[in-house]
């Protein structure tokens, strides 16, 4: 009988217990009002994907800084046809390699031993290139060959694109770009090293530009290297040669495309296309490609980019080859001379080599 009364006792305790902490009572502590309301699941979501966000900039924002130092350096798998023009240069690292094909250059050993893996041979630093000789670093070695001429090389390992270009000239006028606007600078440089040109003193930073405009530029920045074959685009055939080359030369690597055998040469091109452009250039080049994926997201004219387009631009937002303007990209406006001065010179700087101070 003791035990049954005991029983008895026990189960109307927890009875009781249930009754005073029942869930969904106000008494009980561990039910909160977002709960009850069925918005605990959403905001517990909202709370986790907010801080993983911020964790992940975070950490995209110093791997990037931590690699900035590096991000100039590339590496070449198998043999890579690398073109220089005059006085642009190339630092080679240990285990690397430069076979000379066309042109000249000239050779600077900063440490270490390059090889004439042709001859069997140490290189003295200084030393003209032999043509179509494999010039070899080994251990703890790190040289730079000059162009002397325009050339073309083959080039495999770690190497570093070295600036041949002059600095902007602080010197030069110009009737419709101030010294003191903030893209002088881009203007000063491109025109010094005939990236851009100017007419009889006037730059025209707000005229638009076309498809092949754009496709010279790149074209030049490249050394306007001749391309494999003429260009096959039925309404490129008026313009000049050098425009032909450029179109024939951006279409061979990818750059720049046409359907039904024409390429629109003449249409104007949009931020988005200009900077979808450059993207698969720099990839021809095999320069870094990395982007943020979450490089849009502050800008509220998203749906706005091409499909096409997308990558690239969180490429050029990611390395800030463009911003925007407020909390908008503009993907759809029109390119000018400006903008195209301005984006080469930030992606020069960034990713060829460091631009000289202004003299």
């Not at 090389?153 to 101030?178: A, H, K, N, Q, T």
């Not at 990236?195 to 707000?206: M, Q, T």
């Not at 301005?342 to 060829?352: D, Q």
Request: glycine share 8%; hydrophobic share 40%; aromatic share 10%.
């Amino acid at each position: 009988m003791k035990k049954v009364i005991a029983a008895c006792l026990v189960l109307s305790v927890l009875l009781g217990m249930v009754t005073v902490f029942a869930a969904g009572s106000a008494t009980d502590p561990l039910i909160s009002q977002n709960y009850l309301e069925g918005s605990y699941l959403t905001s517990l979501k909202d709370n986790v994907n907010s801080t993983l966000n911020a964790s992940l900039t975070t950490a995209l924002s110093r791997l990037n800084e931590a690699n900035r130092t590096y991000e100039s350096i590339q590496f070449a798998e198998t043999f890579k046809l690398m073109t220089l023009t005059q006085m642009q240069a190339v630092k080679l690292y240990q285990g690397s390699s430069f076979t000379l094909g066309t042109g000249a250059a000239s050779i600077a050993i900063s440490r270490g031993v390059v090889i004439n893996a042709t001859t069997g041979t140490a290189v003295p630093s200084g030393s003209q290139l032999a043509q179509n000789q494999r010039y070899f670093c080994t251990e703890n070695t790190s040289a730079t060959i000059t162009a002397v001429s325009a050339l073309t090389g083959l080039i495999d390992g770690y190497y570093s694109p070295l600036s041949g270009y002059l600095p902007p000239s602080s010197s030069l006028r110009f009737e419709d770009v101030s010294r003191d606007a903030p893209f002088f600078p881009a203007v000063s440089f491109t025109v010094t090293n005939n990236i851009l040109n100017s007419f009889n003193g006037w730059f025209l930073p707000d005229l638009s530009m076309s498809r092949v405009d754009y496709a010279l530029i790149l074209h030049r920045l490249e050394g306007s290297p001749p391309p494999q074959r003429p260009t096959v685009f039925t309404d490129a055939a008026d313009l000049s040669e050098f425009h032909r080359n450029a179109l024939a030369w951006a279409n061979e690597c990818g750059i720049l495309f046409g359907w039904d055998g024409r390429v629109f040469p003449r249409d104007l091109l949009t931020r988005g296309q200009m900077i979808t452009m450059l993207y698969r250039y720099n990839t021809y080049k095999g320069g870094n490609s990395f982007f943020n994926n979450n490089a849009l997201d502050r800008f509220s004219d998203t749906n706005d980019i091409a499909l096409g387009d997308i990558n690239g631009m969180k490429w050029a937002v990611t390395h800030g080859i463009i911003g925007g303007i407020g909390d908008r990209v503009i993907p759809q406006m029109l390119m000018t001379r400006e903008m195209g001065a301005t984006v080469l010179y930030r992606y020069i700087n960034n990713f060829i080599a460091p631009i000289p101070p202004p003299v």
